[in-house]
């Protein structure tokens, strides 16, 4: 009866820490459980979506899948969080560089985040995005 008990009380614990391992993370949920669209693209506090500008070819939605991949704007490729989900690293063969931007907010209503560009100069970058 002891033995039964144990390997019960065994295979619980193991099926407990299997569950909470894949079970995913809140963010994770957030950022992935719809399409967002671009609300404001801002580049030094002044908008930058328009044609030829620096961030017009984010403009749009924005759809973050579960298996990494996605795409941004007018860009397709993949994603991740870094920095225990602080931020977010985007990566697409048509971006010069990989994209790590900082996540200043990420709630149902909302997804903000910020980076700097560099350009010729630094560049000051925000763009916030609601559910579509």
């Known amino acids: 009866m002891k033995r039964q008990l144990l390997l019960?009380?065994?295979a619980l614990a193991v099926l407990t820490l299997s569950c909470n391992k894949d079970k995913?993370?809140?963010?994770?949920?957030?950022?992935?459980?719809?399409t967002?669209?671009?609300?404001?693209?801002?580049a030094d506090?002044?908008?930058a979506s328009?044609?030829?500008?620096i961030l017009e070819k984010f403009k749009g939605d924005v759809r973050f899948n579960e298996d990494g991949t996605g795409t941004f704007g007018q860009y397709t490729g993949t994603w991740a969080f870094?920095?225990?989900e602080v931020n977010l690293a985007i990566d697409s063969p048509d971006l010069p560089f990989t994209l790590t931007t900082h996540i200043v907010e990420l709630k149902a209503t909302s997804l903000k985040v910020t980076f700097?560009?560099?350009?010729?100069?630094?560049?000051d970058v925000r763009m916030t995005f609601r559910p579509k």
């Open 8 to 10: 019960l009380m065994t």
């Open 24 to 34: 995913a993370s809140e963010r994770f949920t957030l950022l992935t459980s719809h």
């Open 36 to 42: 967002w669209t671009s609300d404001s693209l801002l």
């Open 45 to 47: 506090g002044a908008d």
């Open 50 to 53: 328009g044609p030829g500008q």
């Open 82 to 84: 870094a920095d225990n």
């Open 116 to 123: 700097t560009y560099p350009g010729v100069t630094l560049i």
